[in-house]
């Protein structure tokens, strides 16, 4: 079965700086990646999204994420933080059509993140 | 309807007592998923539902818990004899198809369950 893990539980960083959120998936093949962003207050959003080609995934916001086959990872990187950033952002996995547990998606336990002014 | 609707948004019952939950998807949508979100948990999967298929109940953490989907539209989720490690916000997504949520879930704001 597939899991997720995002080995930071809270991430703190300057408005302005550059931040990279981890995730490690575990999986036989290649999953369908996904990054989540929860705001205080607010429903999960869909950041962006990896199911194949190019390994670089541009999402809304800003963000992007790459897909490191040999890592087994999947880490959400933005070049310059703004304070409405902080939220907490979970990564999640789904499987492939062949797969017997298609269908849903497994998230990580995910990274709150905190922008200092 | 344009979003994923829940109902109610707050829930405080005392335990013992029975809850339901309740989740709208948008419209069209053939799937439908029931997660858990406690704190320092992340979203624990619970239940999902394609269309007439049997539905995933892979994640019900017991007998306790159920959930209906009638008419392949709204969608019930049931709690027996709350308990106190119940308490949680209960999220319902929705996605156009089950494929690995590639079409992306549509979450809704959740119902937060307090057991006193």
């Known amino acids: 079965a597939q899991s997720v893990t995002q080995p930071d539980i809270h991430i703190t960083v300057s408005e302005g700086a550059s931040l990279e959120l981890r995730c490690n998936y575990s999986?036989?093949?290649?999953?369908?990646l996904f990054w989540y962003v929860q705001s205080p207050g607010q429903g999960l959003q869909l950041l962006l999204k990896y199911f194949s080609g190019d390994t670089l995934v541009q999402g809304i916001k800003g963000f992007e994420a790459e897909f490191k086959r040999s890592q087994s990872s999947f880490n959400l990187r933005k070049p310059s933080v703004h304070w409405s950033d902080a939220a907490e952002y979970f990564c999640a996995v789904g499987t492939p059509p062949s797969s017997s547990n298609t269908g849903k998606l497994i998230f990580g336990q995910g990274t709150t993140l905190q922008v200092k002014p | 309807g344009a979003g994923v609707s829940q109902s109610p948004s707050n829930k405080v019952t005392e335990k013992g007592k029975d809850v339901e939950l309740r989740c709208d998807p948008i419209?069209?949508?053939?799937?439908l998923y029931w997660y858990r979100q406690s704190l320092g948990q992340g979203l624990e999967f619970l239940i999902y539902f394609q269309g007439n298929s049997a539905p995933d109940k892979s994640g019900l953490p017991s007998d306790r818990f159920s959930a209906e989907r009638t008419g392949g539209s709204v969608s019930t989720l049931t709690i027996q004899r709350t308990q106190q490690e119940d308490s949680a916000v209960y999220l319902c997504?929705?996605?156009?198809?089950?494929?690995?949520?590639?079409?992306?879930?549509?979450f809704g704001s959740g119902t937060r369950l307090t057991v006193v």
């Open positions: 999986y036989g093949a290649t999953p369908y």
């Open positions: 419209s069209g949508h053939t799937a």
């Open positions: 997504a929705s996605s156009l198809r089950a494929i690995g949520g590639i079409d992306g879930y549509t």
